[in-house]
């Protein structure tokens, strides 16, 4: 077990398209299908616990934009119109709401040792490299080795 920040458990989740999809993160890592099965069952277990993790922080998340934010309002006509419960923003304390964010991400935990991952696989007697996406492996290098 070693120490690791939540920001970097977060960052692990990838970026946000924008679209509620997260790209380069651990679930495109896990899709890559070259990694060889015997290292294969320790990377989903590190996307399970980094999945748990990640529920962890989003809530808490939430809960800060809800605190720090403003329900947004769509018009209609001249009257004003709930979007949704799901629907803030923050704007009038943003550096309140980034403070408290950051002071979050900061904190560190125990968490499961790097997993390895080969760089390389044998197809009918060949060395093929694995192709795994430069933004995984930016994102998730707190918690992945790659091996040779």
Known sequence: MRQVKLGEIYRAWGRDT??????????????????????????????????????????????LVKQYGNEKMEKRGEEQVEVGTGNYTVTDQLEAYVAELD???????????????PATKMVRGEVQDICIPIGCLMNLDPFIEIIE
């Open 18 to 63: 924008g679209d509620g999809k997260h790209v380069d993160g651990i679930e495109d890592l896990i899709a890559v299908t070259d990694i060889p099965a015997r290292f294969g069952v320790h990377l989903a277990r590190l996307g399970n616990r980094l999945t748990t993790e990640i529920q962890a922080i989003e809530k808490q998340r939430i809960n």
């Open 103 to 117: 002071s979050m991400l900061d904190q560190e935990i125990e968490f499961m040792d790097k997993i390895q991952i």
